[in-house]
């Protein structure tokens, strides 16, 4: 496969602006003179190339034509190779940017013009990929952040695979109308299946048996659409060379079959975070893998996917003991759970290959002793399964495993939760994590990932962590940074890669061991009585080591407080990213043009403000304790003008706006009582998450916190003030603090929210760079 870059009197800058807007093939087809295609093997692609790879796959970048000429030529095994030596290209050589759309988009003016397309040295470069695999996706970020999205959106996000390299993406897709046609060949009807299927915003927890019916039913559009969006995604996978993973079956079945199969082994599962254990939501039946219906379903259900979508990969996904541990620690009972399991698979497939997470073996760490995880790790024939090592950016499995035990494995980056928006990441970890791996005695390593449980935050992070699909050799991350920031914002500007380094060694360098999910309070308000904690005592301040080159300055230290009080994570010296902050606002004018920069801006004048509002909030509280009225009000009302002060600043991007969220959902709506429900699960998600009682919030309230601008003004800033306005009432009436009426009044208004239909910006107003000015003014002038 190769393709030639490019003909004289071809724009690079206004196709790579189209490339936006338009899917790979098209793109290609224009800007390239042309595209040689063969076919090729799903699992193992083999063109010539190959050979020259040395049975890897690879991309190759080469002169084309005369010394002088125009022309480019990149060739590749498989079409993703091919994209990604366009990609690598169009990076190194001509200083362009590719990103998500919410994170800045594309950045193509540093593309020269026509005919003067940079030559390579010599004979050209060639990339082979260390290790077969790059995945990418976790089983929830089909609710945190694809739920929404048509075709179109799916196209770019495909597009943006191809070019990252990922070969291997999960497609999970449509499959409750898969569901729906296996259950009804078990007789269960369609108005039984109401209560199993999960909302659309919640799907990803229905299908992992965590909950059920919370945010349903589903209507037939939903599950058609879905169906057909499912096949186009496929599609156009295959077509770029993808092995999509496709679900199967993990046990968990309609309360329907139960009474359909009176003598089968199901079973209800445990409470799953409902605040009363409600059995309208939890306690989801499973089936036991011992029982032969679970293979009859299991089988039934692959073979159902392969009627309708065709043979298009051997790789299935299944996860039957995520986050719900087996009845019995003995390892022959979870040997024969898992060779079940992989049984019901490989009867509709029998080339499948068993995908897992591996995020059980840290989360339930307790239970998975060595004899249990060599037992189910040990239950599949060799080479049937791939584990994913989920969180390997921060508690890697395969150092205490003895690499799975001889199983192959994945080094994924998990990083966000939640879908939160926090400026947050290891840099060292990504840039060297993977090569160590790899290199390490007895590797069973095949892949890199990136699992991540919501996208389009941390562009930083994801373009190194996709690279590292081809990088042999450990990277430098000061010295990459360096050509990052030149990349994403267009040229080289000081102050900005000056403040790249401040964040290199504070946001990007958090070596707590501590997983990423934002605690800021503007966000996470702390659900607390502060009478009943003694007042807190300052600790000692912030330390973290930087070159000695960066030096402290006037700003302010937060400080560290008494273990008493709720924590935000803070795992860096403020100051020096506000000293960041101040460098970006230096570089403003060079960059106001660049919309990556604006992003980047405001993301990071949020981050330095919602620390600064962790700060205000102690203070405030600090005040209480201390039975300071005047001292409170002053702090409370500070911490309220940060938010309207946040808000503002994120009305100023389209991409950190409510109504986008909100708008997309209701767009897929076919009726007006669709509309209303697929708004409902959207605001519900990023609120409140599940159910609650009058007096008690959803424990996972606030688990997808989002910092939109919407959000902030009209659900955070009146929480927080309804909290502050009881504070002040105790302390001027000599009262008690009424914490059980102020979360009565709290979550009667969070209900009342999720169920209103306002309709918010979709487009941003203000200029953010003005703003963010003087916000740093106000606040640390």
Known sequence: MSLTLCSPDWSPKGHLHRFKKRRLKAFLTDCFLSIHTASYSRSYPSFAYQDVCGGKNCFLIENYGENDGPEIMIKGTTAVELASGLHWYLKYWCDAHVSWDKTGGIQVASVPRA?????????????????????????????????????????????????????????????????????????????????????????????????????????????DHQLNLQKQ???????????????????????????????????????????DGNP????????????????????????????????????????????????????????????????????????AVWLMQGWLFYSDSAFWKPPQMKALLHSVPIGKMIVLDLFA??????????????TPYVWCLLHNFGGNIEMYGVLDAISSGPVDARISDNSTMVGVGMCMEGIEQNPVVYELMSEMAFRSEKVLAAEWLKAYSRRRYGKTVRQVEAAWEILYHTIYNCTDGIADHNTDFIVKFPDWDPSTIAASSSGKQEKVLLPFNLRPSRRFLFQVTGSTFPQAHLWYSTHYVVDALELFLESGNHLKESLPFRYDLVDLTRQVLSKLANKVYVDAVTA?????????HVHSKKFLQLIKDIDLLLACDDNFLLGTWLESAKALAATPSEMRQYEWNARTQVTMWYDNTQTVQSKLHDYANKFWSGLLEDYYLPRASCFFSYLNKSLRENEKF?????????ISYSNKWQSETQIYAVKAKGDALEIAKTLFKNYFG
């Open 115 to 223: 005919g003067s397309l940079p030559r390579l040295k010599g004979k050209g470069v060639m990339i082979q990929r260390p290790v077969p695999w790059n995945y990418y996706q976790n089983v929830v970020t089909s609710s945190y952040s694809y739920v929404w999205w048509n075709w179109s959106r799916w196209e770019k996000e495909i597009d943006w695979m191809a070019l990252q390299g990922v070969n291997l993406p999960l497609a999970f897709t449509g499959q409750e109308a898969i569901w729906q046609k296996v259950f009804m060949d078990f007789n269960i009807s369609k108005d039984e299946l109401n209560d199993f299927f999960g909302g659309p915003a919640f799907l990803a927890w229905a299908r992992m048996g965590n909950l059920h019916g919370w945010g349903g039913p589903l209507s037939q559009n939903w599950l």
């Open 233 to 275: 995604i496929l599609s156009r996978m295959s077509e770029l060379g993808m092995v999509p993973v496709l679900p199967s079956f993990s046990g968990t079945v309609p309360e329907a079959l139960k009474k359909i199969h009176p003598l089968a082994n199901i079973t209800r599962l445990g409470d799953w975070n409902t605040v």
């Open 280 to 351: 309208k939501w939890c306690c989801t039946y499973l089936l036991d893998p011992s029982d032969p219906l679970f293979v009859e379903i299991g089988e039934a259900f692959v073979s159902k996917q392969i009627k309708e979508y065709g043979d298009v990969t051997d790789i299935y996904n299944c996860d039957t003991f995520n986050e719900n541990s087996p009845p019995s620690n003995d390892p022959a009972y979870i040997s024969m759970l898992g060779a079940a399991v992989y049984r019901a698979m490989s009867q509709g497939d029998k080339d």
């Open 393 to 406: 950016d921060v508690k890697p499995i395969w150092e205490t495993s003895a690499q799975f035990y001889g």
């Open 624 to 632: 209480f304790q201390q039975e300071d009225v005047k001292a409170l």
């Open 738 to 746: 009424e914490l059980e009426e102020w979360r009565k009044e709290w």
